[in-house]
């Protein structure tokens, strides 16, 4: 197995093993908060953006930001947000695949 290919899967199970192990009624109520969190538009970003940052970190940063307010919100931890922002990327990179 190459090298990338087990950074990748050890990082896969790390998440899974964070927003899985909540079981299910938790990981739906947790679906549920971080999806109404909106991806940042050009203007919210400009504080980022005037610190040197380029796009797509300074929105990296807002989204991660975003999704573990919305987990803190609804009872769940930081860590716990930013596993299901992983997550999603993860998914999305799959679907662009």
């Not at 109520?29 to 991806?39: F, H």
Request: proline share 2%.
């Amino acid at each position: 197995m190459y090298n990338e290919t087990k950074i990748a899967v050890k990082k896969a199970f790390e998440i899974g093993k964070i927003i899985f192990g909540l079981g299910p009624d938790r990981y739906a109520k947790l679906v549920t908060a971080v999806s109404k969190v909106k991806c940042p538009v050009d203007r919210e970003l400009k504080a980022y953006l005037a610190e040197g940052l380029c796009l797509e970190d300074a929105k990296g940063l807002e989204l991660r930001k975003r999704y573990e307010q919305a987990a803190v919100r609804a009872g769940f931890t930081k860590r716990q947000g930013f596993a299901m922002l992983k997550y999603v990327a993860m998914l999305k990179e799959v679907e662009d695949e």
